[in-house]
Protein backbone atom coordinates (compact mmCIF):
# COMPACT_ATOMS: atom_id res chain seq x y z
CA UNK A 1 0.00 0.00 0.00
CA UNK A 2 2.74 2.39 0.41
CA UNK A 3 4.94 1.77 -2.63
CA UNK A 4 1.13 2.65 -4.47
CA UNK A 5 0.69 5.95 -2.34
CA UNK A 6 4.44 6.62 -2.80
CA UNK A 7 3.87 6.05 -6.69
CA UNK A 8 0.38 7.74 -6.87
CA UNK A 9 2.13 11.30 -5.22
CA UNK A 10 5.14 10.70 -7.90
CA UNK A 11 2.99 10.47 -10.68
CA UNK A 12 1.29 12.91 -9.66
CA UNK A 13 4.57 15.50 -9.08
CA UNK A 14 5.62 14.50 -12.45
CA UNK A 15 2.28 15.80 -14.06
CA UNK A 16 2.79 18.89 -12.23
CA UNK A 17 6.35 18.99 -13.91
CA UNK A 18 5.10 18.49 -16.58
CA UNK A 19 2.04 21.06 -16.76
CA UNK A 20 4.95 23.85 -15.29
CA UNK A 21 7.19 22.77 -18.15
CA UNK A 22 4.50 23.43 -20.71
CA UNK A 23 4.67 26.88 -23.82
CA UNK A 24 2.17 28.38 -24.69
CA UNK A 25 3.21 29.35 -28.14
CA UNK A 26 1.49 32.94 -29.75
CA UNK A 27 0.72 32.88 -33.21
CA UNK A 28 -0.38 35.88 -35.51
CA UNK A 29 -2.80 35.51 -38.12
CA UNK A 30 -2.98 38.19 -40.92
CA UNK A 31 -1.96 41.92 -39.62
CA UNK A 32 -3.65 45.22 -39.76
CA UNK A 33 -1.60 45.87 -43.36
CA UNK A 34 -3.34 42.96 -44.67
CA UNK A 35 -0.50 40.48 -44.75
CA UNK A 36 -0.72 36.84 -45.50
CA UNK A 37 1.23 35.86 -43.00
CA UNK A 38 1.23 33.70 -39.61
CA UNK A 39 4.25 35.40 -37.44
CA UNK A 40 6.16 33.54 -36.92
CA UNK A 41 5.87 31.22 -39.73
CA UNK A 42 7.11 27.94 -38.05
CA UNK A 43 8.10 27.09 -34.37
CA UNK A 44 9.17 24.04 -32.28
CA UNK A 45 6.94 22.81 -29.51
CA UNK A 46 7.21 19.86 -27.12
CA UNK A 47 4.24 17.65 -26.34
CA UNK A 48 2.06 19.52 -23.66
CA UNK A 49 1.98 22.73 -25.35
CA UNK A 50 -0.22 24.69 -26.78
CA UNK A 51 -0.77 26.50 -30.08
CA UNK A 52 -2.66 30.12 -30.19
CA UNK A 53 -3.48 31.54 -33.07
CA UNK A 54 -4.65 35.33 -32.76
CA UNK A 55 -6.46 36.14 -36.13
CA UNK A 56 -5.82 39.79 -36.68
CA UNK A 57 -7.17 41.65 -39.83
CA UNK A 58 -8.52 40.46 -42.97
CA UNK A 59 -10.44 37.17 -42.65
CA UNK A 60 -8.52 33.87 -42.17
CA UNK A 61 -8.42 30.02 -41.03
CA UNK A 62 -6.25 28.34 -39.41
CA UNK A 63 -6.56 24.87 -41.17
CA UNK A 64 -4.75 21.40 -41.00
CA UNK A 65 -3.40 20.29 -43.89
CA UNK A 66 -0.19 18.10 -45.05
CA UNK A 67 3.12 17.91 -46.61
CA UNK A 68 2.41 17.03 -50.26
CA UNK A 69 -0.33 18.38 -50.16
CA UNK A 70 -0.83 22.11 -48.43
CA UNK A 71 -3.38 23.88 -49.39
CA UNK A 72 -6.22 21.17 -48.56
CA UNK A 73 -7.72 20.26 -45.46
CA UNK A 74 -6.72 16.35 -44.59
CA UNK A 75 -9.40 13.99 -43.49
CA UNK A 76 -10.09 14.43 -40.11
CA UNK A 77 -7.77 17.99 -39.48
CA UNK A 78 -8.75 20.78 -36.91
CA UNK A 79 -10.43 23.89 -38.67
CA UNK A 80 -10.91 26.93 -36.75
CA UNK A 81 -12.91 28.13 -39.19
CA UNK A 82 -13.31 31.48 -40.63
CA UNK A 83 -12.26 34.80 -38.18
CA UNK A 84 -13.50 38.15 -39.66
CA UNK A 85 -11.74 40.77 -38.20
CA UNK A 86 -12.53 44.77 -38.69
CA UNK A 87 -9.77 46.77 -39.77
CA UNK A 88 -10.76 49.23 -36.90
CA UNK A 89 -10.27 46.72 -34.37
CA UNK A 90 -7.17 47.00 -31.88
CA UNK A 91 -7.62 44.12 -29.08
CA UNK A 92 -9.74 41.33 -28.42
CA UNK A 93 -8.47 39.52 -31.42
CA UNK A 94 -10.35 36.08 -31.92
CA UNK A 95 -8.10 32.94 -30.91
CA UNK A 96 -7.69 28.89 -31.99
CA UNK A 97 -5.90 26.67 -29.85
CA UNK A 98 -4.47 23.80 -30.68
CA UNK A 99 -2.74 20.87 -28.35
CA UNK A 100 0.68 19.49 -29.18
CA UNK A 101 0.17 15.62 -28.66
CA UNK A 102 3.28 14.49 -30.13
CA UNK A 103 6.42 15.86 -32.05
CA UNK A 104 5.61 15.15 -35.37
CA UNK A 105 4.99 17.78 -37.63
CA UNK A 106 1.99 19.58 -37.86
CA UNK A 107 0.90 21.68 -41.36
CA UNK A 108 -1.50 24.51 -41.21
CA UNK A 109 -3.00 26.61 -44.15
CA UNK A 110 -5.26 29.40 -44.60
CA UNK A 111 -8.09 28.40 -46.76
CA UNK A 112 -9.23 31.86 -47.89
CA UNK A 113 -10.73 31.61 -51.66
CA UNK A 114 -9.55 28.06 -52.31
CA UNK A 115 -8.66 26.44 -55.40
CA UNK A 116 -8.60 30.16 -57.23
CA UNK A 117 -5.73 32.56 -58.03
CA UNK A 118 -6.45 34.18 -54.75
CA UNK A 119 -5.74 31.30 -52.35
CA UNK A 120 -4.30 32.83 -49.52
CA UNK A 121 -2.30 29.23 -49.38
CA UNK A 122 -1.22 29.42 -52.98
CA UNK A 123 0.23 32.70 -52.07
CA UNK A 124 2.05 31.33 -49.32
CA UNK A 125 -0.25 31.64 -46.24
CA UNK A 126 1.26 28.95 -44.50
CA UNK A 127 2.84 27.76 -41.10
CA UNK A 128 4.08 24.92 -39.60
CA UNK A 129 4.81 23.23 -35.73
CA UNK A 130 8.17 21.10 -35.75
CA UNK A 131 8.85 21.02 -39.41
CA UNK A 132 12.30 19.42 -40.34
CA UNK A 133 15.57 21.43 -40.65
CA UNK A 134 16.41 23.02 -43.46
CA UNK A 135 18.26 20.86 -46.02
CA UNK A 136 15.86 17.91 -44.78
CA UNK A 137 12.80 16.60 -46.99
CA UNK A 138 10.28 17.92 -44.43
CA UNK A 139 11.90 21.48 -44.05
CA UNK A 140 9.50 24.34 -43.54
CA UNK A 141 10.89 26.05 -46.61
CA UNK A 142 9.69 22.79 -49.18
CA UNK A 143 6.31 23.02 -46.99
CA UNK A 144 6.24 26.70 -48.16
CA UNK A 145 7.22 25.79 -51.76
CA UNK A 146 4.75 22.99 -52.33
CA UNK A 147 1.76 25.42 -51.46
CA UNK A 148 3.09 28.17 -53.73
CA UNK A 149 3.46 25.70 -56.78
CA UNK A 150 -0.21 24.40 -55.67
CA UNK A 151 -1.22 28.51 -55.92
CA UNK A 152 0.20 28.35 -59.77
CA UNK A 153 -1.43 25.40 -60.36
CA UNK A 154 -4.84 27.16 -59.52
CA UNK A 155 -3.26 30.10 -61.57
CA UNK A 156 -2.42 28.26 -64.44
CA UNK A 157 -6.13 25.91 -64.45
CA UNK A 158 -8.14 29.19 -64.35
CA UNK A 159 -6.08 30.80 -66.87
CA UNK A 160 -7.03 27.74 -68.98
CA UNK A 161 -10.55 27.44 -68.14
CA UNK A 162 -10.85 31.27 -69.28
CA UNK A 163 -9.05 31.22 -72.21
CA UNK A 164 -11.08 28.47 -73.89
CA UNK A 165 -14.37 29.84 -72.56
CA UNK A 166 -16.91 31.73 -74.48
CA UNK A 167 -18.18 32.91 -71.05
CA UNK A 168 -16.82 35.80 -69.06
CA UNK A 169 -14.59 34.14 -66.71
CA UNK A 170 -14.62 31.39 -64.77
CA UNK A 171 -14.58 33.86 -61.48
CA UNK A 172 -15.45 36.70 -60.06
CA UNK A 173 -15.60 38.53 -56.46
CA UNK A 174 -18.60 38.72 -53.97
CA UNK A 175 -20.60 41.93 -53.87
CA UNK A 176 -18.38 43.01 -51.03
CA UNK A 177 -15.16 42.14 -48.99
CA UNK A 178 -12.95 41.36 -52.37
CA UNK A 179 -13.91 37.11 -51.90
CA UNK A 180 -13.12 35.33 -55.40
CA UNK A 181 -16.36 33.22 -55.96
CA UNK A 182 -17.43 31.10 -58.72
CA UNK A 183 -18.90 32.92 -61.83
CA UNK A 184 -22.61 32.41 -62.33
CA UNK A 185 -23.63 29.49 -64.52
CA UNK A 186 -24.68 30.65 -67.93
CA UNK A 187 -28.47 29.94 -68.36
CA UNK A 188 -30.56 29.10 -71.01
CA UNK A 189 -34.26 30.59 -71.73
CA UNK A 190 -35.91 26.99 -72.81
CA UNK A 191 -40.02 27.06 -74.19
CA UNK A 192 -41.48 23.54 -72.79
CA UNK A 193 -44.67 21.97 -73.31
CA UNK A 194 -45.60 20.67 -69.49
CA UNK A 195 -48.36 17.80 -69.46
CA UNK A 196 -48.98 16.86 -65.52
CA UNK A 197 -52.38 15.03 -64.99
CA UNK A 198 -55.21 15.86 -67.74
CA UNK A 199 -53.63 19.58 -68.33
CA UNK A 200 -50.83 20.73 -70.36
CA UNK A 201 -49.45 24.42 -70.80
CA UNK A 202 -46.24 26.05 -72.36
CA UNK A 203 -44.22 27.94 -70.63
CA UNK A 204 -40.90 29.74 -70.84
CA UNK A 205 -37.83 29.63 -68.54
CA UNK A 206 -34.50 29.91 -67.63
CA UNK A 207 -32.72 26.61 -66.97
CA UNK A 208 -29.60 26.58 -65.19
CA UNK A 209 -27.24 23.26 -65.80
CA UNK A 210 -27.91 20.82 -63.56
CA UNK A 211 -30.96 22.23 -62.27
CA UNK A 212 -34.28 20.03 -61.95
CA UNK A 213 -36.48 18.96 -64.42
CA UNK A 214 -39.78 22.29 -65.12
CA UNK A 215 -42.55 19.66 -64.61
CA UNK A 216 -44.62 19.45 -61.32
CA UNK A 217 -44.67 16.69 -59.34
CA UNK A 218 -48.97 17.49 -59.48
CA UNK A 219 -50.91 20.66 -60.24
CA UNK A 220 -50.77 21.28 -56.64
CA UNK A 221 -47.37 20.90 -56.14
CA UNK A 222 -45.77 19.20 -52.90
CA UNK A 223 -45.52 21.32 -49.75
CA UNK A 224 -42.00 21.64 -48.20
CA UNK A 225 -41.98 22.38 -44.41
CA UNK A 226 -38.45 23.86 -43.44
CA UNK A 227 -37.80 24.73 -39.25
CA UNK A 228 -36.36 27.99 -38.99
CA UNK A 229 -34.41 27.80 -35.29
CA UNK A 230 -35.66 26.00 -32.56
CA UNK A 231 -36.40 25.46 -28.94
CA UNK A 232 -32.58 25.14 -28.31
CA UNK A 233 -32.38 28.93 -29.81
CA UNK A 234 -30.34 26.85 -33.15
CA UNK A 235 -29.51 28.94 -36.01
CA UNK A 236 -30.40 26.65 -38.37
CA UNK A 237 -33.14 26.14 -41.12
CA UNK A 238 -34.11 22.37 -40.84
CA UNK A 239 -33.54 21.04 -43.66
CA UNK A 240 -30.88 23.02 -45.01
CA UNK A 241 -30.80 22.73 -48.76
CA UNK A 242 -34.24 21.09 -50.62
CA UNK A 243 -34.62 20.48 -54.58
CA UNK A 244 -38.37 21.89 -55.30
CA UNK A 245 -40.13 21.62 -58.56
CA UNK A 246 -42.16 24.59 -60.07
CA UNK A 247 -45.65 24.87 -58.03
CA UNK A 248 -44.19 23.38 -54.68
CA UNK A 249 -44.62 25.55 -51.80
CA UNK A 250 -41.80 25.95 -49.19
CA UNK A 251 -43.51 26.97 -46.03
CA UNK A 252 -41.03 28.23 -42.96
CA UNK A 253 -41.93 27.41 -39.90
CA UNK A 254 -40.98 29.81 -37.42
CA UNK A 255 -39.54 28.43 -33.64
CA UNK A 256 -38.20 29.69 -30.55
CA UNK A 257 -36.16 33.03 -30.82
CA UNK A 258 -36.78 35.29 -33.46
CA UNK A 259 -35.71 34.79 -37.09
CA UNK A 260 -36.60 35.90 -40.60
CA UNK A 261 -36.36 33.94 -44.18
CA UNK A 262 -35.40 36.58 -46.40
CA UNK A 263 -34.28 36.11 -50.09
CA UNK A 264 -30.82 37.03 -50.97
CA UNK A 265 -28.28 36.33 -53.68
CA UNK A 266 -25.17 34.18 -53.82
CA UNK A 267 -23.00 36.99 -53.94
CA UNK A 268 -24.45 38.73 -51.67
CA UNK A 269 -25.70 35.99 -49.26
CA UNK A 270 -26.06 38.44 -46.22
CA UNK A 271 -28.55 41.10 -47.39
CA UNK A 272 -31.64 40.92 -49.16
CA UNK A 273 -31.81 40.85 -52.95
CA UNK A 274 -32.06 43.84 -55.10
CA UNK A 275 -32.33 45.30 -58.66
CA UNK A 276 -28.46 45.10 -59.81
CA UNK A 277 -29.39 48.75 -62.09
CA UNK A 278 -31.97 50.25 -59.56
CA UNK A 279 -30.82 48.84 -56.07
CA UNK A 280 -34.47 48.56 -55.50
CA UNK A 281 -35.18 45.64 -53.12
CA UNK A 282 -36.69 42.62 -55.08
CA UNK A 283 -36.56 40.14 -52.99
CA UNK A 284 -38.86 38.06 -50.80
CA UNK A 285 -38.84 38.67 -47.12
CA UNK A 286 -40.79 37.28 -44.16
CA UNK A 287 -40.18 40.20 -41.94
CA UNK A 288 -39.08 38.69 -38.10
CA UNK A 289 -41.22 36.33 -36.88
CA UNK A 290 -41.01 36.56 -32.75
CA UNK A 291 -41.61 33.35 -30.77
CA UNK A 292 -41.51 32.62 -27.47
CA UNK A 293 -39.81 29.52 -25.42
CA UNK A 294 -43.48 27.98 -24.85
CA UNK A 295 -45.02 28.54 -27.84
CA UNK A 296 -46.61 25.66 -29.31
CA UNK A 297 -48.69 27.32 -32.61
CA UNK A 298 -45.50 28.76 -35.03
CA UNK A 299 -46.16 31.47 -37.31
CA UNK A 300 -45.68 30.78 -41.12
CA UNK A 301 -43.96 32.11 -44.71
CA UNK A 302 -45.03 30.33 -47.85
CA UNK A 303 -42.80 30.79 -50.87
CA UNK A 304 -44.16 28.76 -54.28
CA UNK A 305 -41.41 28.24 -56.57
CA UNK A 306 -42.26 29.53 -60.17
CA UNK A 307 -39.21 27.90 -62.08
CA UNK A 308 -36.26 25.87 -61.52
CA UNK A 309 -33.79 28.82 -61.00
CA UNK A 310 -31.52 28.57 -57.38
CA UNK A 311 -33.20 30.61 -54.95
CA UNK A 312 -31.12 31.46 -52.26
CA UNK A 313 -32.23 32.62 -48.12
CA UNK A 314 -30.70 33.71 -45.36
CA UNK A 315 -31.45 35.32 -41.88
CA UNK A 316 -31.07 38.49 -41.25
CA UNK A 317 -30.86 39.03 -36.95
CA UNK A 318 -28.19 39.53 -35.45
CA UNK A 319 -27.35 38.50 -31.35
CA UNK A 320 -27.37 41.11 -28.81
CA UNK A 321 -23.51 40.99 -29.28
CA UNK A 322 -23.71 42.60 -33.34
CA UNK A 323 -23.06 38.58 -34.54
CA UNK A 324 -25.05 38.30 -37.86
CA UNK A 325 -27.11 34.99 -38.11
CA UNK A 326 -26.24 34.78 -41.22
CA UNK A 327 -22.60 34.92 -40.81
CA UNK A 328 -22.92 32.09 -38.34
CA UNK A 329 -24.30 30.12 -40.90
CA UNK A 330 -28.30 30.34 -40.94
CA UNK A 331 -28.94 30.10 -44.78
CA UNK A 332 -30.85 28.34 -47.02
CA UNK A 333 -31.43 27.29 -50.46
CA UNK A 334 -34.20 25.75 -53.15
CA UNK A 335 -32.41 23.70 -56.57
CA UNK A 336 -28.90 24.67 -55.49
CA UNK A 337 -27.15 22.33 -57.94
CA UNK A 338 -25.00 19.93 -55.55
CA UNK A 339 -22.04 19.39 -58.14
CA UNK A 340 -21.40 22.88 -59.46
CA UNK A 341 -19.26 25.01 -57.54
CA UNK A 342 -22.36 27.40 -56.69
CA UNK A 343 -24.01 24.46 -54.60
CA UNK A 344 -25.17 25.28 -50.53
CA UNK A 345 -22.29 24.58 -49.06
CA UNK A 346 -20.16 27.17 -51.39
CA UNK A 347 -23.43 29.50 -50.35
CA UNK A 348 -23.15 28.86 -46.26
CA UNK A 349 -19.17 29.35 -46.63
CA UNK A 350 -19.44 32.59 -48.73
CA UNK A 351 -21.67 33.71 -46.17
CA UNK A 352 -19.31 32.82 -43.00
CA UNK A 353 -16.63 34.29 -45.04
CA UNK A 354 -18.28 37.73 -45.23
CA UNK A 355 -19.73 37.76 -41.86
CA UNK A 356 -22.65 39.74 -42.63
CA UNK A 357 -20.41 42.58 -41.99
CA UNK A 358 -22.06 44.96 -44.37
CA UNK A 359 -25.18 43.50 -44.29
CA UNK A 360 -27.98 46.45 -43.74
CA UNK A 361 -31.64 45.85 -42.56
CA UNK A 362 -33.30 46.13 -46.07
CA UNK A 363 -36.80 48.43 -45.98
CA UNK A 364 -39.93 47.46 -47.54
CA UNK A 365 -40.13 44.40 -46.00
CA UNK A 366 -43.53 43.52 -43.85
CA UNK A 367 -43.84 42.58 -41.30
CA UNK A 368 -47.49 43.48 -39.73
CA UNK A 369 -50.05 40.65 -39.16
CA UNK A 370 -52.39 39.89 -42.10
CA UNK A 371 -52.14 37.87 -45.30
CA UNK A 372 -49.58 39.35 -47.81
CA UNK A 373 -48.52 38.05 -51.49
CA UNK A 374 -45.16 39.59 -52.88
CA UNK A 375 -43.41 38.40 -55.89
CA UNK A 376 -39.91 38.29 -56.82
CA UNK A 377 -37.96 37.89 -60.41
CA UNK A 378 -36.05 35.28 -58.97
CA UNK A 379 -38.53 32.44 -59.44
CA UNK A 380 -40.73 32.48 -56.76
CA UNK A 381 -43.41 34.35 -54.96
CA UNK A 382 -44.43 34.29 -51.15
CA UNK A 383 -47.54 34.70 -48.71
CA UNK A 384 -47.47 34.50 -45.07
CA UNK A 385 -50.00 33.69 -42.33
CA UNK A 386 -49.97 35.06 -38.61
CA UNK A 387 -50.94 32.10 -37.03
CA UNK A 388 -49.06 32.04 -33.74
CA UNK A 389 -49.83 32.86 -29.70
CA UNK A 390 -46.55 34.37 -28.01
CA UNK A 391 -46.49 32.24 -24.55
CA UNK A 392 -48.05 34.41 -22.22
CA UNK A 393 -47.86 37.59 -24.18
CA UNK A 394 -45.90 39.57 -21.47
CA UNK A 395 -43.66 42.52 -23.05
CA UNK A 396 -40.56 40.04 -21.03
CA UNK A 397 -41.15 37.32 -23.19
CA UNK A 398 -41.71 39.16 -26.34
CA UNK A 399 -38.19 41.15 -25.86
CA UNK A 400 -36.60 37.88 -24.95
CA UNK A 401 -37.55 36.37 -28.29
CA UNK A 402 -35.65 39.47 -29.96
CA UNK A 403 -32.19 38.15 -28.54
Not at 72 to 95: E, L, Q, R, Y
Not at 209 to 227: C, E, K, N, Q, R
Request: with cysteine; net charge negative; charged share 10%.
Amino acid sequence: MLFSTTALFLGLALAKSADAQSTIHDIVVGSAAGALTYTPSFISASVGDQVVFHFHQKNHTATQSSFSDPCHKISGGFDSGFMPVSATDTDDFPTFSVAVNDTKPIWVYCRQADNTPESHCGNGMVFAVNPGANGTSTSFQDYLNNALAEGAQFKASASATASSSAASGSWTTAAYGGVTIPAAPTESVVTETITVQASSWTTTYSSYPGSPAATPVSLDGTVHTVIVGGSDGQLTYTPSNITAAPRDVVVFQFHQKNHTATQSAFADPCRILTDETTGEVIGLDSGFMPVGANATEFPTFNVTVNDTAPLWFYCKQHTPTGASHCGMGMVFAVNAVADSPRNFSAFQELAMELNGTNAVSASGSSSAPGSTTTKSPGGASASFSMNFILAFGSAAAFIGALL
